[in-house]
């Protein structure tokens, strides 16, 4: 037996910003899962903090859809190799068409809840 799992609307409108996040996270540079982590959450003040079991899941996604290209690099003797993300150009091109959706819908929706204030 199939059991699907329910998905709220919450947990679309994180994965919606995750992967915007990833995008233009790795529209600055190329890099590694566990980097990506840490540099997420400093990019964004600790405004997006997530887990392993979020990002790989979504890198797995965009890399299916082909925003993004894997390179596995070998970067200390003995370890393991990281793989490496960039942005293919369908990536950048998906990343701006986002982009353009999404600043006007934070801007509005600053608006809609006081301008930043805590009432």
Known sequence: MIVARKVDAVSELRRGALELALLAYLNR??????????????????????TEGALYPALGRLEKKGLLK???????????????????EQGVERLQE??????????????????????
């Open 29 to 50: 540079k190329t890099d590694f899962g566990g980097a990506m982590i840490s540099g997420l959450a400093e990019a964004t003040a600790q405004g997006l903090v997530i």
């Open 98 to 119: 986002l982009k353009a959706a999404w600043i006007p819908l934070a801007n509005g929706m600053e608006l809609l809840f006081g301008g930043g204030n805590d009432e």
């Open 70 to 88: 894997p390179e596995l690099r070998k970067e200390v003797e003995g370890r393991k190799a990281r793989k490496y993300y960039a942005l293919t």
